[in-house]
């Protein structure tokens, strides 16, 4: 084979299946759409520990035993998040793969180290490290955390992220580092509804994914306590790092513990359609945030979505077209919203639209950019 038309060799250093988490679901697809190229040859790593239990809410941050995991995609689970000789060892097996290009993503402090550790030894060997930031640091952050994270991020030959805010804040940080922005793609692996919940009222809304106190659940369960329409429902769906008992206690204050259901509990992806399926709308009232991949599902489910007007979140949502923007933290606006805007018809009436976006939000273009 002529060196023109040799593939590149490229690993790929990231929590994929049978890891549970909007990362390992992200690098998956990723590793899907490279290990389809020709033009690519690719090996996976991922870790063989990414959280002690102290750190993750749920029963476990994997869905199989990642020691007896049939890979689809021949991943190598070797990196321990709390092990600095797996750390050498796995810096070791990639370099063995003489790859043109490590791929790798940071969006917490807490597996920084690990990361930044053997994406500086690949560096150090003549190796270019592309860095996919979903946080550039964590939402509940320090300045200890930050400077964590920015040990992985100062190993990078280049960035890649989602959306143009992070883009300028990772180019303040790193005014010498090249960044790209790729819009996130959306997930096309998620099976279709057999819709078996049925509906309970005019409006039905959707929160999705795990509970944190930055994503602002509470702000939507105060406007839905002020809201004229007493037939709003929701459902909250996903485990709860913090706070459980204290949204409890607000929906019984708030008197609206009829109209909220509570899925405190990771869901398979057969469970998620239905709920995406029920619902007319997903609300992301998001004090921070830097992507959503909750948007990219939503949107795969062709689903309007209301959120906070904020970075990170807006580039998705075209008021009026595709979903609903209120201010950040505005209450009274977020309740306008419900009341005047949100009926089951109205969301309806947005999908083409929202279908008509699908197209650019594709793996495909999401490569492009991270192999241009």
């Given at each position: 084979?002529?060196?023109?038309?040799?593939?590149?060799?490229v690993?790929?250093?990231?929590?994929?299946?049978?890891?549970?988490?909007?990362?390992?679901?992200?690098?998956?697809?990723?590793?899907?759409?490279?290990?389809?190229?020709?033009?690519?040859?690719?090996?996976?790593f991922?870790f063989?520990?990414?959280?002690?239990?102290?750190?993750?809410?749920?029963?476990?941050?994997?869905?199989?035993?990642v020691?007896?995991?049939?890979s689809?995609?021949?991943?190598?689970?070797?990196?321990?998040?709390?092990?600095?000789?797996?750390?050498?060892?796995?810096?070791?097996?990639?370099?063995?793969?003489?790859?043109?290009?490590?791929?790798?993503?940071?969006?917490?402090?807490?597996?920084?180290?690990?990361?930044g550790?053997?994406?500086?030894?690949?560096?150090?060997?003549?190796?270019?490290?592309?860095?996919?930031?979903?946080?550039?640091?964590?939402?509940?952050?320090?300045?200890?955390?930050?400077?964590?994270?920015?040990?992985?991020?100062?190993?990078?030959s280049?960035?890649?992220?989602h959306?143009?805010?992070?883009?300028?804040?990772?180019?303040?940080?790193?005014?010498?580092?090249?960044?790209?922005?790729?819009?996130?793609?959306?997930?096309?692996?998620?099976?279709?509804?057999?819709?078996?919940?049925?509906?309970?009222?005019?409006v039905?809304?959707?929160f999705?994914?795990?509970?944190?106190?930055?994503?602002?659940?509470?702000?939507?369960?105060?406007?839905?306590?002020?809201?004229?329409?007493?037939?709003?429902?929701?459902?909250?769906?996903?485990?709860?790092?913090?706070?459980?008992?204290?949204?409890?206690?607000?929906?019984?204050?708030?008197?609206?513990?009829?109209?909220?259901?509570?899925?405190?509990?990771?869901?398979s992806?057969?469970?998620?359609?239905?709920?995406?399926?029920?619902?007319?709308?997903?609300?992301?009232?998001?004090?921070?945030?830097?992507?959503?991949?909750?948007?990219?599902?939503?949107?795969?489910?062709?689903?309007?979505?209301?959120?906070?007007?904020?970075?990170?979140?807006?580039?998705?949502?075209?008021?009026?077209?595709?979903?609903?923007?209120?201010?950040n933290?505005?209450?009274?606006?977020?309740?306008?919203?419900?009341?005047?805007?949100?009926?089951?018809?109205?969301?309806?009436?947005?999908?083409?639209?929202?279908?008509?976006?699908?197209?650019?939000?594709?793996?495909?273009?999401?490569?492009?950019?991270?192999?241009?």
């Open positions: 084979m002529s060196d023109a038309k040799r593939p590149r060799p690993c790929l250093l990231a929590p994929v299946a049978p890891y549970r988490s909007g990362i390992a679901r992200h690098s998956t697809a990723l590793a899907r759409e490279l290990a389809a190229r020709a033009d690519v040859d690719l090996s996976v991922s063989s520990k990414q959280y002690p239990p102290l750190l993750f809410p749920g029963a476990s941050d994997t869905l199989a035993d020691r007896t995991y049939a689809p995609l021949g991943t190598r689970y070797s990196l321990n998040s709390v092990s600095p000789l797996s750390w050498r060892r796995t810096a070791a097996e990639i370099s063995a793969k003489r790859p043109e290009l490590l791929v790798l993503p940071a969006w917490t402090f807490f597996v920084a180290p690990g990361l550790y053997v994406a500086r030894s690949l560096r150090r060997r003549g190796t270019r490290i592309a860095t996919i930031v979903h946080n550039a640091e964590d939402h509940e952050t320090s300045r200890w955390k930050a400077g964590v994270s920015r040990f992985q991020l100062s190993q990078s280049y960035f890649l992220t959306n143009s805010n992070l883009f300028k804040a990772l180019h303040s940080q790193f005014p010498d580092v090249p960044a790209r922005v790729s819009p996130h793609p959306l997930y096309d692996d998620y099976p279709e509804a057999k819709g078996r919940l049925a509906r309970r009222g005019s039905e809304l959707l999705f994914g795990i509970v944190r106190p930055y994503k602002g659940l509470d702000l939507l369960l105060e406007a839905m306590a002020r809201a004229e329409n007493r037939d709003i429902h929701l459902s909250i769906v996903g485990e709860f790092w913090s706070g459980r008992e204290e949204t409890e206690a607000l929906i019984a204050r708030l008197g609206i513990a009829d109209r909220v259901e509570l899925v405190a509990r990771y869901v992806d057969k469970e998620a359609a239905e709920y995406f399926h029920r619902c007319d709308a997903v609300v992301t009232p998001y004090r921070s945030a830097s992507a959503s991949g909750v948007h990219a599902l939503a949107q795969h489910y062709r689903r309007p979505i209301i959120s906070s007007d904020i970075p990170g979140l807006n580039d998705r949502v075209r008021h009026g077209h595709t979903g609903w923007l209120f201010d933290g505005d209450v009274p606006m977020l309740t306008q919203i419900l009341d005047k805007e949100v009926t089951a018809e109205t969301a309806r009436a947005l999908r083409p639209n929202i279908a008509a976006d699908a197209d650019h939000y594709s793996w495909s273009r999401f490569a492009d950019t991270l192999l241009a």
